[in-house]
């Protein structure tokens, strides 16, 4: 299997998602249009993941190169593709399908729990999981939703959390992928974001986080959603 990952900052990396794929035996090749990258044609990869990152979609005009990946990912769905977003990436899966982004309730930086839907404890990605589970975040915005997409998980600070767009397509509000060392570098990068509010946590409550654990809930994930029947 080929995979393009979508990164959009040197601080927020594939993290355990790139372990993962090379531990598979599958091809990795990430992409950082904010550093000039062009992007591939999607002939050259089956599986399309798109990282989170500081743009927003509410700023288009600040980052262009948004509208090449907007595009690309709804050539990959058109095409079934199997497509995973994480944050700003979830956003984007929903941008390409005319899903407009929108500002969550409450900013969210830290480890808290997410709850599925009913949906969300059908679902052939998280039907193993429990109702209720830690995940990592670190967004102020949040996904749109279509009609015909369908909510599996939200948190107390954020409605839309994990998202099915289309049986291949599948949004995450929130991380799974980020480790323990990830977390160090996107704390020193970006410490303004640590600024209290409800759903913040300082850097010391960050770094007592067992990662670990979420970490294998992203593999198992993973491993399910390779196996998704088209």
């Known amino acids: 299997m080929n995979i393009l990952c979508i990164v959009h900052a040197d601080f927020e990396t594939p993290g355990v998602i790139e372990t993962w794929a090379y531990n598979r035996g599958y091809a990795f090749q990430i992409s950082k249009p904010y550093k000039g990258d062009k992007l591939p044609s999607t002939s050259n990869f089956d599986f399309l993941i798109v990282m989170g990152g500081p743009q927003s979609p509410l700023n288009l005009d600040e980052a262009p190169y948004l509208i090449d990946e907007i595009n690309l990912i709804k050539e990959s769905i058109q095409q079934n593709k199997r497509i995973l977003g994480f944050c700003l990436g979830a956003q984007l899966i929903g941008e390409s399908l005319g899903a407009k982004t929108e500002r969550s309730p409450e900013k969210e930086v830290g480890v808290y729990p997410v709850t ?11 039907q193993e999981l429990s109702q209720n589970f830690p995940v990592i975040h670190w967004h102020n915005d949040m996904p749109g939703l279509l009609d ?17 767009y289309k049986p291949l397509a599948y949004g995450f509000q929130c991380h799974l992928e980020i480790t323990l060392d ?3 570098t996107m704390i020193n990068a970006v410490p303004e974001d640590l600024k209290p509010s409800m759903f913040t946590q300082t850097k010391e409550e960050l770094m007592a986080q067992n990662y670990t654990s979420i970490n294998n809930m992203m593999r198992k994930i993973l491993d399910k959603f390779v196996e998704l029947k088209r």
Request: charged share 25%.
């Open 116 to 126: 599925l839907t009913e949906e969300g404890l059908q679902d052939p990605l998280l």
């Open 148 to 164: 015909h997409s369908t909510l599996l998980g939200y948190s107390e600070g954020c409605p839309r959390q994990i998202v099915r």
């Open 182 to 184: 990830g977390m160090k």
